[in-house]
């Protein structure tokens, strides 16, 4: 809202249906200095925001993907490595409880 108003003050004043700006009154001061304070708490929270953003995992490896485009190829090799990692385990447990379960139900010969 500050780069519409500092852009163009009298577009942004006729956009908001004023046929003027006067700051004579206590009225349109009031106006002014609520609309100054609500414009500074969202630069605040904007700025909080993109500080979280910037302090990401996902923006890292985008700033990283922007350097180098086979950084993404990189990290998919690697993820899938870790997954199929994670899926040998898995099946690997899943056979040992199946063998149990058998056991348990007298499938297999002692």
Request: proline letters at 2%; charged letters at 35%.
């Amino acid at each position: 809202m500050l780069e519409l108003i500092a852009k163009d003050p009298q577009a942004f004043i006729l956009k908001q249906g004023w046929a003027s700006v006067s700051l004579n009154g206590d009225h349109g001061l009031k106006e002014l200095r609520s609309l100054y304070e609500h414009l500074q708490a969202k630069i605040l929270e904007m700025s909080e925001t993109l500080d979280d953003l910037r302090a990401s995992g996902d923006y890292q490896v985008f700033q990283a993907a922007e350097k180098d485009e086979t950084v993404i190829g990189q990290i998919v090799s690697v993820q899938r490595e870790e997954l199929e990692k994670e899926v040998g385990e898995l099946e690997t447990e899943a056979e040992k409880v199946a063998e149990e379960a058998r056991e348990l139900m007298g499938e297999v010969p002692f």
